[in-house]
T-cell receptor, first 114, second 112 residues
């Protein structure tokens, strides 16, 4: 079983719609969680950290569900510029799982259509 | 903007050549990483370091080697490049602890 799993998509969504995707993680000792955005042929960039209480940044909302071991990302009023791959990242440093600490999902490909 | 830099950005080189990909960060981060990524595919960790004189192999077997003599510098070397090494190489760094990583812009390597 993969340590961090995401639906690869692609998710084809009309502009202005709301879209949400989840990411599940296998290590219950995971300590921190992030969503990254990666544009085609570019480096991943931090979109937002995911806190236990959930957090919101403009049109983006991230949630953590420790009991079910998943994190989610919700994008409201989607824009054409939101088209990208969204990477779920889990940090398990100190937990014995994954010596490198950071574990990346394969990413969810999002396409916003006009 | 993250202060992590990779050079060169693009490199086309012949089979059998020795190459070194440079990565430097000015954030004082202890942890540094090298990832390999083919177009449209997932990131694969090939090397990481917890600090000076620390280097470890990642999840994906790689013929490359790394060194960490200074905190800010984490170069990756291929002794004899092959066409199978054609890929994008991404360097990243993070503070120790449960923190996010910052990426350089990557080096796109083509071996002909």
């Amino acid at each position: 079983r993969k340590e961090v799993e995401q639906d690869p998509g692609p998710f084809n969504v009309p502009e202005g719609a709301t879209v949400a995707f989840n990411c599940t993680y296998s290590n219950s000792a995971s300590q921190s969680f992030f969503w990254y955005r990666q544009d085609c042929r570019k480096e991943p960039k931090l979109l937002m950290s995911v806190y236990s209480s959930g957090n919101e940044d403009g049109r983006f909302t991230a949630q953590l569900n420790r009991a079910s071991q998943y994190i989610s990302l919700l994008i409201r009023d989607s824009k054409l510029s939101d088209s990208a791959t969204y990477l779920c990242v889990v940090n398990m440093e100190g937990s014995g799982g994954g010596a490198d600490g950071l574990t990346f999902g394969k990413g969810t490909h999002l396409i916003i259509q006009p | 903007e993250a202060d992590i830099y990779q050079t060169p950005r693009y490199l086309v080189i012949g089979t059998g050549k020795k190459i070194t990909l440079e990565c430097s960060q000015t954030m004082g981060h202890d942890k540094m990483y090298w990832y390999q990524q083919d177009p449209g595919m997932e990131l694969h960790l090939i090397h990481y370091s917890y600090g000076v004189n620390s280097t470890e192999k990642g999840d994906l077997s790689s013929e490359s080697t790394v060194s960490r003599i200074r905190t800010e510098h984490f170069p990756l070397t291929l002794e004899s490049a092959r066409p199978s090494h054609t890929s994008q190489y991404l360097c990243a760094s993070s503070r120790t602890g449960f923190t996010e990583a910052f990426f350089g812009q990557g080096t796109r390597l083509t071996v002909v």
